[in-house]
């Protein structure tokens, strides 16, 4: 199956509404967590899930989401765990896309060709490789347009231009604009900045190619205003952390995940 991505965000848009993306460790603290989460997340108004892939050495990521990769690690969640997650998650749900997000190093252990063939046979959707910028990528995205898979880049406030028309060029589904000049968990400052790449990447983007914004969100409030000029939010250290601090039941994990999500659906 080709990429739900692009015609979530075109629904999204022609109802006025803006594209709820929600990231969690695969793992952490278990997979049937992982799984349990996931369908609250589809239930609560996330249109995307982006499925963090344990890794060693996660240099893009805050305190929370290092220690929810490491309690991972120490389960031995590994790339082929993730994607069995995802094949187990569309047992019971075919429409909300689902994105592997994560580093280099477990993708090349696996092999680009027999990892983008997973990602078909698994009815994944797309891929975010932190630590692969788009010259260093170019073997991983032939693979992925041969299956229309998502392959989606990031930007930031130190993206130079000549960077992000390369960005835009190649990725698929959606850019991921990074808000602030830090890791995950990191607070949002300046809103006009933020206002002003969003709109530099839109116009570099010749196939306008949908611009979703992350790091920082944490509540409505902040949900809301990136709303008003990107085309959806993403939030991962405030999910992580919130599955976390009620891990130990799963109901009651559910009951507060689901109340959480469901309050950032309603403000977008």
């Not at 031995?76 to 094949?87: E, P, T």
């Not at 835009?168 to 602030?180: A, E, F, I, L, R």
């Not at 993403?234 to 601090?245: F, R």
């Amino acid at each position: 199956m080709t990429s739900r991505i692009p015609s979530i965000f075109k629904d999204n848009a022609d109802k006025d509404k803006k594209t709820f993306i929600s990231y969690l460790v695969c793992g952490d603290p278990s997979e049937k967590h992982t799984l349990l989460a996931m369908h609250t997340m589809a239930e609560s108004g996330v249109d995307i899930i982006e499925l963090g892939i344990p890794f060693s050495d996660p240099i893009a990521d805050g305190p929370i989401i290092q220690k929810s990769i490491d309690r991972a690690l120490k389960n031995d969640i590994s790339l082929r765990d993730v994607i069995s997650v995802v094949k187990k998650f569309r047992k019971k749900n075919k429409s909300t896309a689902v994105v592997l997000m994560g580093y280099m190093n477990p993708v090349h252990k696996m092999g680009i060709k027999l990892f983008s063939k997973s990602l078909k046979e698994n009815d994944v959707d797309g891929v975010l490789i932190v630590d692969s910028p788009p010259e260093e990528s170019l073997a991983l995205n032939n693979e992925l347009k041969k299956y229309n898979k998502s392959h989606i880049y990031l930007a930031s406030p130190t993206t130079t231009d000549s960077r992000m028309k390369d960005i835009t060029k190649m990725s698929s589904g959606y850019v991921y604009y990074v808000t602030v000049k830090g890791i995950t968990g990191s607070k949002l400052t300046d809103l006009n900045s933020i206002n002003i790449n969003v709109k530099k990447i839109k116009n570099y983007s010749k196939n306008n190619i949908p611009v979703a914004v992350g790091f920082g969100i944490k509540d409505s409030k902040s949900a809301r205003q990136m709303a008003k000029f990107s085309d959806g939010i993403i939030i991962g250290s405030s999910i992580v952390e919130l599955m976390h601090k009620y891990s130990n039941n799963k109901k009651n994990m559910e009951k507060h995940l689901s109340n959480y999500l469901s309050s950032i659906s309603r403000a977008i």
